[in-house]
């Protein structure tokens, strides 16, 4: 059966769509393809982007919030040392930490939660 249609970006509600992009941007390495003063666009060449959109008085969800609420995964090679990087770009290591050390739980700059894991 022909796919209905084709994932092209995921976006996130945020108060900084430049400053949340260029926060992923050294995360991941991806580029930012577009942005103006209420979006901002990350890619790395495939057909799938990752958006970020200003929202007016946009409130970071909680961590952990038993509401559910999307949040990204990222393959690392070793968790503690990207854990550091990424906290010095500007992210949070929240107490709650589920996964017993499987993963590593943190923040970004606006507070939505993101994992690390190796992918063992």
């Known amino acids: 059966m022909p796919a209905l249609a084709e994932f092209t970006a995921v976006i996130i509600d945020c ?3 430049a400053m949340l992009a260029e926060f992923y941007k050294k995360a991941t390495g991806w580029e930012i ?3 103006d003063q ?7 060449g495939g057909p799938m982007q990752i ?14 919030d038993a509401r559910k609420h999307a949040h990204f995964d990222l393959t690392v090679t070793d ?3 990207a854990a550091k990087e990424l906290l010095a770009l500007g992210a949070a290591r929240p107490e709650f930490q589920p996964g017993q050390g499987e ?5 970004d700059r ?5 994992c ?5």
Do not use: K, M
């Open 103 to 107: 993963w590593v739980v943190l923040t």
């Open 51 to 64: 958006a970020f959109q200003r929202i007016e008085g946009y409130r970071a969800p909680g961590w952990p």
């Open 79 to 81: 968790l503690e040392s």
């Open 33 to 35: 393809t577009c942005s």
């Open 116 to 120: 690390l894991t190796t992918g063992n």
């Open 15 to 17: 108060a900084d769509p």
């Open 110 to 114: 606006e507070g939505h939660p993101f």
């Open 38 to 44: 209420d979006s901002a666009y990350l890619g790395n």
